[in-house]
């Protein structure tokens, strides 16, 4: 079975400051990982997609993320934090059954 | 390109109202559906998927229902809503291709009163 742990229900950095999400997960396979960003009363739009080929994965607005299989992780990680980043973020890993397991989703605040 | 779209953005029903929740896809054929809820401080929630026209799957027992009369056409419905149906509701569509991400709507914000 699939498991995805987002390991903090809040992140709050400065603007300009590095941005690290933490997602550890559990597969009986090597699957696909997404990080997903969900503004206020918006649905959710794709930042990123790992499907087994780089493992340094490159998305929009500045962000990627690093797949880890030794350490089963898939952080998302950004240089610069601007002001627009702070929403809910999510990490998901596609099951076998073609189906999505979502991560309980992390809070980025972003101060000035 | 692909665009989802979804309606109404947002919506007030009284306990005990029907509910109809329509959401339709463009710019590709044959695609995966799915309704998702999102109760407030919770994650994602599958209610229900489609992978053809009049194939539904319902991952939970609920007081809604789902429907898929055209290809590219989802609804979801109640015939009678309850407090807890209140949420966030998202419909999204993916290509019937494995390792395919989802392509999200904008939601509707149910309250049920």
């Known amino acids: 079975a699939q498991s995805v742990t987002q390991l903090d229900s809040h992140v709050s950095v400065s603007e300009g400051t590095p941005v690290l999400l933490r997602c550890n997960y559990s597969?009986?396979?090597?699957?696909?990982l997404f990080w997903y960003v969900q503004h206020p009363n918006k649905g959710l739009q794709l930042l990123l997609k790992y499907t087994s080929a780089a493992t340094l994965v490159k998305g929009i607005n500045g962000f990627e993320a690093e797949f880890k299989k030794s350490e089963t992780s898939f952080h998302l990680t950004k240089p610069s934090a601007h002001m627009s980043d702070a929403a809910e973020y999510f990490c998901?890993?596609?099951?076998?059954?073609?189906?999505?397991?979502f991560g309980g989703g992390t809070r980025l605040m972003v101060k000035p | 390109s692909q665009t989802i779209h979804q309606w109404p953005a947002t919506l007030v029903q009284p306990v005990g109202s029907p509910l109809s929740l329509e959401c339709t896809v463009e710019?590709?054929?044959?695609?995966?559906l799915y309704w998702y809820r999102q109760a407030a401080g919770r994650g994602l929630q599958l209610l229900f998927y489609s992978v053809g026209i009049g194939q539904i799957s319902s991952e939970v027992p609920q007081n809604l229902s789902a429907s898929r009369p055209q290809d590219r056409q989802f609804i979801l419905s109640s015939k009678k809503l309850l407090l807890s149906d209140s949420g966030f509701y998202l419909c999204a569509w993916s290509v019937q291709a494995g390792n395919s991400p989802l392509h999200f709507g904008n939601g509707t914000r149910l309250t049920v009163t």
């Open positions: 710019g590709t054929s044959n695609p995966n």
């Open positions: 998901v890993v596609l099951n076998a059954g073609n189906m999505l397991t």
């Open positions: 597969s009986s396979y090597s699957p696909s």
